[in-house]
T-cell receptor
Framework: GAVVSQHPSRVICKSGTSVKIECRSL??????MFWYRQFPKQSLMLMAT?????????EQGVEKDKFLINHASLTLSTLTVTSAHPEDSSFYIC??????????FGPGTRLLVL | AQSVTQPDIHITVSEGASLELRCNYS??????LFWYVQSPGQGLQLLLK??????LVQGIKGFEAEFKRSQSSFNLRKPSVHWSDAAEYFC?????????????FGTGTQLKVEL
């Protein structure tokens, strides 16, 4: 199946700093990628839809100025958590769409803000 | 708006026993349905998906699921569970939007396998 990678897999940062997470589709091109957030022992919550060459579409309640998304190429989307705070600590997962119906997920990035 | 309910938060089965994980969905049109598995600290792996056609869908690792429109269900089954199947299982329903398939996930079922 299609492979999606994320980097870094884990990151620890100080409160107030910014963190960038990369999501790459390794063996296919993805015009659309998705960013999810998963709290411990909970489900995935869609944060935003990232479209190559255009602005991301954010879900209700997600601050677009805090979670900056850039989809600069057909194989790369980045999520930047700006001015991170401890409540931003979470597991962030991206996915890439291979067809209208199917998404493949990355392994996730564990963010810890101290 | 679509929604997914996984009634069982935790399930424990003995290795070799059969397994059924329940999933009920709410969606106004014909849904796209998925089952994903997540191992600790990892992303989601697609087990199987239903779009149309045969309501019994075969997936990887010996899993299957049956779409029952009358019951709004898409339960996941496996005839004989292996210890390596212990993981978190998520059911999801997809809705086609302008940007592609937007997935809504259930809260997951944690499967424990006793040896």
């Amino acid at each position: 199946g299609a492979v999606v990678s994320q980097h870094p897999s884990r990151v620890i940062c100080k409160s107030g700093t910014s963190v960038k997470i990369e999501c790459r589709s390794l063996d296919f091109q993805a015009t659309t990628m998705f960013w999810y957030r998963q709290f411990p022992k909970q489900s995935l919550m869609l944060m935003a839809t990232s479209n190559e060459g255009s602005k991301a579409t954010y879900e209700q309640g997600v601050e677009k100025d805090k979670f900056l998304i850039n989809h600069a190429s057909l194989t790369l989307s980045t999520l930047t958590v700006t001015s991170a705070h401890p409540e931003d600590s979470s597991f962030y997962i991206c996915s890439a769409r291979t067809s209208v119906e199917t998404q493949y997920f990355g392994p996730g990035t564990r963010l810890l803000v101290l | 708006a679509q929604s997914v309910t996984q009634p069982d938060i935790h399930i424990t089965v003995s290795e070799g026993a059969s397994l059924e994980l329940r999933c009920n969905y709410s969606y106004g049109a014909t849904p796209y349905l998925f089952w994903y598995v997540q191992s600790p600290g990892q992303g989601l792996q697609l087990l199987l998906k239903y779009f149309s056609g045969d309501t019994l869908v075969q997936g990887i690792k010996g899993f299957e699921a049956e779409f029952k429109r009358s019951q709004s269900s898409f339960n996941l089954r496996k005839p004989s569970v292996h210890w390596s199947d212990a993981a978190e299982y998520f059911c999801a329903v997809g809705a086609i939007t302008g940007g592609g398939n937007k997935l809504t996930f259930g809260t997951g079922t944690q499967l424990k396998v006793e040896l």
